[in-house]
């Protein structure tokens, strides 16, 4: 059986519950070993990553986001569907709410963000109208259930992290019309697009930014509000996958 689809955990998704048979493998690949979990869901296989490790071990500046779609893609992998927790710049985008990113503003500072670094690898200058796949980002909206509000387009900005932005940060991102915050979409969703893959993002909305919040940000609002909200989140992927 071929190895079709995968899911990237973010932030609180860290086991593949709606997969049965489970397997592990390691896959190595020219930037580092990468261990999946591979499962079964309606006669499909599906690869699991989580993103941050088990435990959320490691920060968003040190995922090794090459040797993650690299993994992928040696197992064959066609189409990723990642989550995503995120920060809201927008009163209309509440936490618990899902947003279908369909835009990105790179703000990372210090990441590898291509296979292709010249030499025998060569250069490719990559078309991004389309960052994320828009037939996934359709079929996704028309799946959803009623009872999840789903956004069906979000401009994501991708900060450096692991700290979170100052209120002067969110400010200006507003002024560039972002609407959700994160710190990993950038270079993820670039690399899978390098390898042809198509990639979709479920960004989860946990908490308002900085400075629109009226509370400081702890990573604990974070994982709470995903707690809350993760049999949504796994309802919506078990309907996905069984399109
Ligand atoms: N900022 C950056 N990343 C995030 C946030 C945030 O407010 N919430 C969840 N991930």
Known sequence: MKIDFAVIGGTGVYNPKMLTNLKIVDEDTPYGKVSITIGEVFSKKVAFLARHGQGHSVPPHLINYR???????????????????????????????????????????????????????????????????????????????????????????????PRFETPAEIKMFSLWNADVVGMTSVPEVVLAKELGMCYASIAMVTNFAAGISQNELTHAEVTETMAQNKEKLQDLLMVVLEN
Do not use: W
């Open 67 to 161: 040797a993650n779609i690299y993994a992928l893609k040696n197992l064959g992998v066609k189409k990723i569907i990642a989550t995503a927790a995120v920060g809201s710049l927008r009163e209309d985008l509440r936490p618990g709410d899902f947003v279908l990113l369909d835009q990105f503003i790179d703000f990372t500072k210090n990441r590898e963000q291509t296979f292709y670094e010249g030499g025998e690898k060569g250069v490719l200058h990559l078309d991004m109208t389309n960052p994320y796949c828009p037939e996934t980002r359709n079929l996704i909206a028309q799946v959803c259930p009623k009872d999840i509000t789903l956004h069906p387009k979000g401009n994501y900005i991708c900060t450096e992290g």
